[in-house]
């Protein structure tokens, strides 16, 4: 989220499409009741299905799962032809006026620079015309046919209201109206949320998605002022964290990146990643790179890491290729990863084509599944029927299981979607053996430690070496980490224009991470984290609900990454001389001095509004993307391809079917299915009665939603003769499980392209482990194919057929 | 052959007695529990059948105990309670008989108008009875009705009740009236006198049998 | 003494008029339909609260689980689907005890003190004292109370008069994320409500309305509903009344006309015998000798 939960209770509108707040974040979706309430704001649900969300909304629309960019281009056409944009805004605070590279370009659903062979684009032409500095060149009047605003606006005019409408299934009448309420918060006064889940990010184009509304939310001043944003209602309730702590497989904390075997030395590795500003007297706080990079360094290898041995650079590992979880299982189904540790993670069920991952696991030499629960994952080799036959004989993984803690029976903070590091205290002694994750992880590292102390190996010092400073070895405690991602000041940290003014004594908490060095130090284990536990102690665990300015911005209850910075960009949230756009609302601001209100400015807290910094600081230009330079593999502008499995024999708007820029096995291109063999579209999803495939263990969730089902339109039903109630089939080009139908007016059948298209609802919370009914896990249908950037699973869009059981 | 009017006949067979017993019991206690039921006033009856659940568990199988011992009953004496032009005449005279003014009773069979009136009153009675009590009857049947039709057959099931205990006070209360008839009912016989008092006809047709 | 907000204003199947001197302030729980999200945390804290568990049944069709209020569901979000003039509407409905102010469950109830209504207007089953006669069952407007085949007690919504009783908020009021579920006194619910017809006006729900229905004398949950003059459209009587067949039947007139007819039937008896005494066979009629023909 820009913005957080709080928040949402001061928009205009509120926005949710690609995802369903009522029902996987009821909690949260009290500020959308708030906004209502208190707002008289509408909440506009665009949706596959008419859903709990939009049982409560002012308008809904249905629209074909995958269309998300057609649609959301044609708001940006709305908007653009309409002139409904916040021009100042869009002028002073985004790339809008950026004069682009002449050899730019875009035809027929390729962007220049477009690799066939190898499927990827060389971007080097999405890029700025830069003048001798090094700075973009820029066109205030925005009448440049070579800037940005014009590229844009000649990108979107193919997104008429007509084709918007034919490809989306969306009558042109609702999307009309629906850009009308949209275009409503164009005023400084006005402000739309926008919400949005997995119902965007699981797209072969997910990334794309969310840059389309990012785009919208900009040209309409919505970011970086209370009430607006682009808010990524996260589906764990610390999956926020886990992000924040880079454990994906091309992270470190922080969204510091993983290095790659292109990065021999720290001196190459830092150059690639830090940034020169391209634009004058901008912030380009990235800039900082290597103080929060070799802070990184000093807290995991403390005094072995020193500055003239790179920090210890070669100790981390240098990824040669991605190996993201889908790039995992094909490696696992090839046989050349043979050990595997599946912690917090029910793969079996979360990852797409359950039947490639039976394959792939049951090549594993061996399996440790930590969890606090008996996953269908840890029991894939198990003979459960018709849910789950296999042949346990000939499966000859050797399954471990490790009981972990849930989070009522362990300290630590949960990063919400709004940032919010949240402390928590353990409620109850875990059950049994059952340990928590940090003691687990604690005794495998003491194990393989003395393993290589006693036998050696090919390169031990990382482990051997690696300091271990917890007061128990075997058990870390919460408090230990916390204090080790905010991060210590290892010697003397002084003000760097006043070398006599101590700004943090050796061996104390770092404040902010404003103190960070690159000279070795300072230790942080996680730079956004810096500030979360500091030397007044634990701000995680604050809990003063006080709200001052009455905006929701409640700077005393946990903390917030960054710096306690309730919503980012927050400069934006005032016109460029300073004032706040909407008096009523007055957010952050230039009080003559500094810039104040009621947040922590996100921005050079002294520098005067005439200096010309603009507020996107994290950003080298200074403002806000429209156009992506490099960013994202696909183009700078999302544009809709349809998805990997799609009704349709061609793709309207150009002669690229799907997105050229993503990664498709040989394995799974071969079970991708047609639409003369699965002729439905079906998408996935969670309910509010369960939470993943984890509370079908509890009873009182297993008696609210006790059985597997399919969602399936009233034409749909008609069509195949199913009753409601009736027992069906649902196959895919991986597999076919058999649950219950539910026939519902909820989904109607659309007009697209001429042709009838019905939709397909599949819950997604049933599994052969758990109290709710024995079924078939959903994920036997999904197709294993990735958004092009970060491999997000396309569950949301693929090829199905129902028939009667 | 002569006889004495203290001779007794036989009025009731053994089984016709243990039969009429049985069903007063039962009545009795359908009667009582119901009572329980219907007014808290009465409320504490419960406590002789074990208490209110207990009661509300045997009411309903008493019920069926009643229809179980009444109608075979009623049936055997179908015979003796057909209506006859008599019985009219009797029923015009009968607060003159209730006054004792003797009027003739005329040819009374075996059971008199008052006796037939109080017969086909219960045979209708107890099968309404019966019939809403099923309606009611928790937790085997009452579910499967609407409420609707449930307090509809409460009312008429109550409404039931009383005119059946109106009936029934009256053939107690005219049993005791009458002397003789409890013992008949008792011991089975009545004296010639009494038969040739209150059922001449009866006694007639049964003549040959009451010689000693 | 009872604590003050369980004081028993009435009870069913007394004898006596329930103590009345003391009063406490009326309470209400106020379910506003428009932001309710059915999002079933009401039913999980209700089982939660009252130790309930009801059997993990089959997906019959239906967001609606479990099928039907029972002795372990004292709450149940029904969902109804409904297209009206082209728009699609999902009305989702909290199922469960209305506390009416003329509770028709406890006029019905045989059982002195089973069911008994506090002075705040809660209206509760007492189950050790219940006899499963099931007349609850036919006397309530709503059809809400359930038998249970396990014991033959018979359970509803307590609107959590335990919690109630100690200053707490009902359990589902507790756990409702969205604000739908508000409790307080029944004039600041009816207060809230009408504040919020306002807002659902303006959104077009031109008919909207507060459900509480004067047949039953009003209710202590009442409904803000955004179709205000459907309300059978969430499964709600249009005019709920304790009605003349229950009246007759459960009456205090009834009572006494049954009653009077005992006591007329054994005193029209008694008088009779001592103005008549007992019709004996008269002397006169004994002769000896032939019977005659």
Redesign the interface.
């Known amino acids: 989220m820009t913005n957080h939960w709080t928040d949402i209770k001061n928009a205009d509108v509120v926005l949710v499409m690609g995802g369903n707040p009522a029902e996987a974040h009821p909690c949260g979706f009290k500020w959308v009741i708030e906004a209502k309430l208190a707002n008289r704001a509408r909440l506009v649900v665009v949706d596959p299905r008419f859903t709990r969300t939009a049982a409560v909304a002012d308008k809904f629309a249905q629209l074909r799962p995958g269309t998300d960019i057609a649609f959301l281009g044609g708001v940006i056409r709305h908007l653009l032809e309409k002139d409904a944009i916040q021009r100042e805004y869009v002028t002073a605070y985004t790339n809008a006026p950026f004069l682009l590279r002449a050899d730019y370009g875009f035809d027929d659903g390729l962007f220049t620079g477009y690799d066939e062979a190898r499927r990827t684009y060389d971007k080097q032409t999405w890029a700025y015309d830069l003048d001798e500095h090094g700075f973009a060149r820029v066109d205030p009047t925005l009448t440049d046919p070579r800037c940005v605003y014009q590229a844009m606006k000649r990108h979107y005019a193919r997104y008429t209201p007509e084709l918007v409408s034919s490809v989306t299934g969306v009558p042109v009448k609702d999307f009309e109206e629906i850009c009308g309420l949209i275009a409503s918060t164009a005023r400084p006064d006005r402000a739309m949320t926008s919400l949005y889940a997995l119902g965007w990010t699981q797209h072969s184009v997910g990334s794309q998605n969310i840059r389309a509304i990012a785009m919208i939310q900009l040209l309409l001043g919505n970011i970086g002022i209370p009430g607006g944003g682009v808010n990524a209602l996260r589906g764990h309730s610390n999956i926020q964290g886990l992000t924040d702590l880079g454990v994906m497989s091309h992270l470190l904390p922080g969204y510091l990146t993983l290095p790659t075997e292109q990065d021999p030395d720290l001196a190459t590795y830092l150059a690639k990643r830090t940034p020169k500003a391209l634009r004058p007297g901008q912030m380009n706080y990235w800039q900082n790179y290597p103080k929060f990079f070799v802070s990184l360094l000093k807290a995991w290898y403390g005094a072995e890491a020193r500055k003239e041995n790179d920090f210890r650079y070669d100790w981390l590992p240098k990824n040669d290729k991605t190996y993201d979880i889908l790039a995992a299982f094909e490696l696992m189904a090839e046989g050349k990863i043979n050990g595997y540790f599946c912690q917090g993670f029910n793969p079996l069920a979360s990852v797409p084509d359950k039947a490639k991952l039976t394959g792939a696991l049951s090549r594993l030499k061996y399996l440790v599944v930590i969890d606090p629960l008996e996953t269908e994952t840890s029991t894939f080799w198990k003979d459960h029927g018709e849910f789950n036959a296999v042949d346990p004989a000939s499966i000859q993984t050797e399954v471990f299981r490790l009981p972990a803690t849930c989070f009522a029976e362990e300290d630590g903070s949960l990063v919400n979607s709004g940032r919010w590091l949240q402390w928590h205290w353990k409620a109850a002694d875990p059950p049994g053996e059952a340990r928590g994750d940090p003691e687990i992880m604690a005794e495998l590292f003491l194990a393989v430690r003395d393993l290589y102390l006693k036998e050696g190996g090919a390169f031990p010092d990382p482990v051997v070496k690696l300091p271990w400073p917890y007061q128990i070895p075997r058990a870390p405690s919460a408090g230990e980490l916390a204090r080790e991602f905010n991060g210590v000041a290892l010697a003397d940290v002084t003000d760097p224009k006043d070398k006599t003014k101590v700004l943090a004594r050796a061996g104390e908490q770092l404040a902010t991470f404003v103190h960070l060095r690159d000279d070795g130090s300072t230790a942080a284990g996680c730079w956004i984290f810096c500030g979360s536990w500091t030397q007044a102690g634990n701000q995680m665990a604050r809990r003063d609900a006080a709200d001052p300015t009455g905006l929701g911005n409640t700077p005393g209850w946990a903390w917030s990454w960054p710096a306690n910075r309730r919503i980012l960009y927050n400069r934006a949230s005032a016109d460029p001389a300073g004032r706040p756009w909407d008096p009523t609302r007055r957010f952050v601001f230039w009080n003559g001095k500094a810039w104040a209100g009621a947040d922590v400015p996100d921005f050079k807290v002294d520098s005067p509004p005439d200096e010309g910094m603009a507020p996107f600081i994290m950003n080298a230009e200074g403002v806000g993307k429209l156009f992506a330079l490099g960013g994202l593999v696909e183009g700078p502008f999302p544009e809709h391809y349809e998805p990997f499995e799609t009704p349709l024999a061609r793709n309207p708007f150009g002669r690229v079917i799907s997105n050229p820029a993503a990664r498709v096995y040989q394995r799974d291109r071969a079970r991708l299915g047609t639409a003369r063999d699965f002729p439905f579209v079906a998408t996935t999803y969670r309910l509010t009665e369960h939470f993943h495939f984890w509370t079908k263990h509890t009873r009182i969730a297993a008696v609210l939603q006790p059985e597997a089902f399919v969602e399936i339109g009233e034409g749909l039903a008609r069509l195949r003769g199913i009753r409601n109630g009736d027992r069906v089939v649902v196959r895919s080009g991986r597999g076919e499980i058999k649950v219950k139908a539910m026939v519902t007016r909820r989904i109607r059948t659309l007009a697209v392209q001429g042709q009838e298209v019905h939709t397909v609802g599949l819950p997604i919370h049933w599994g052969y482990e758990g109290l709710t009914r024995p079924g078939y896990l959903t994920n036997t249908l999904t197709p294993s194919v990735g958004d092009a950037n970060i491999q997000t699973p396309e569950f949301k869009a693929f090829l199905v057929d129902v028939r009667k059981a | 052959m ?4 203290g001779d007794l006949i036989l009025r009731h067979t053994n089984a016709v007695r243990v039969t009429h017993w049985a069903v007063a019991i039962v009545f009795t206690a359908l009667f009582t529990s119901g ?9 504490w009856l ?1 406590a002789l059948f074990g ?3 207990l ?3 045997i009411h309903p199988l008493a019920g069926v105990a009643l229809v179980l011992t009444f109608y075979p009953y009623a049936l055997s004496h179908l015979a003796d309670n057909r209506w006859l032009p008599a019985d009219s005449r009797w029923v015009r005279h009968m607060f003159a008989y ?3 003014e ?1 009027a003739d009773v005329g040819e009374t069979h075996k059971y008199n108008a008052g006796q037939k009136l109080m017969y086909w009153s219960m045979l209708p009675l107890i099968a309404v009875l019966a019939g809403t009590g099923v309606l ?1 009857w ?2 085997w049947f ?2 499967h009705f609407s ?2 039709v ?3 057959a ?2 008429v099931h ?1 409404a039931c009740a ?1 005119v059946m ?2 009936g029934i ?2 053939h107690v ?1 005219a049993a ?5 008839s409890i013992d008949a009912m008792i011991r089975g016989t009545v ?4 038969a ?3 059922h ?1 006809a009866w ?2 047709e049964v ?1 040959g049998k009451d010689e000693p | 003494m009872a604590l003050q907000s369980l004081d028993v204003k009435n009870q069913s199947a007394r004898t006596s008029t329930p103590p009345t001197a003391r009063r406490t302030p009326e309470v209400a729980k106020l379910v506003d339909v428009s932001r309710c999200i059915g999002c079933k945390a009401c039913q999980s804290a209700c089982m939660e609260w009252n130790d309930l568990r009801d059997v993990v049944g089959v997906q019959e069709g239906s967001y609606t689980s479990p099928p039907d209020l029972s002795d372990q569901s004292w709450t149940l979000m029904r969902f109804h689907e409904e297209e009206r003039d082209g728009a699609l509407q999902w009305l989702i409905f909290k199922d469960g005890c209305l506390h009416c102010e003329d509770p028709g469950c406890l006029r019905a109830c045989p059982a002195p003190g089973a069911i008994v209504q506090y002075s705040n207007g809660i209206v509760d089953f007492h189950e050790e004292q219940c006899i499963g006669c099931g007349y609850c069952t036919a006397g309530c407007p709503f059809d809400v109370p359930r038998l249970s085949g396990r014991d033959s007690k018979v359970y509803k919504c307590t609107l959590c008069s335990d919690r109630v009783a100690v200053g707490l908020e009902p359990a589902c009021i507790k756990s409702c994320p969205t604000g739908a579920l508000h409790f307080g006194s029944k004039q600041d619910m009816l207060f809230e409500a009408e504040e919020r017809l306002g807002d659902l006006r303006e959104r077009g729900f031109t008919r909207a309305a507060v459900y509480d229905p004067r047949g039953v004398g009003g209710t202590h949950v009442i409904h803000l509903l955004p179709h205000g003059d459907r309300p059978e459209a969430y499964g709600l009587p249009a005019r709920p009344k304790v009605g003349l067949v229950q009246r007759a039947w459960r009456s205090g007139l009834a009572r006494g006309v049954g009653v009077a007819t005992l006591a007329g039937v054994l005193v029209a008896g008694l008088l009779h015998y001592m103005r008549y005494g007992p019709l004996d066979v008269p002397p006169g009629d004994r002769p000896d000798g032939e019977v005659k023909p």
């Open positions: 002569s006889t004495r009017d009572l329980a039921l219907f007014s808290p006033f009465f409320f419960s208490g209110g659940p009661l509300r568990f209730m006054r004792k003797h009611l928790q937790p009452a579910p409420a609707g449930r307090r509809l409460g009312l109550a009383f205990f109106v006070g009256i209360y005791i009236w009458t002397e003789g004296t010639r006198a009494w040739r008092f209150h001449p006694l007639r003549g």
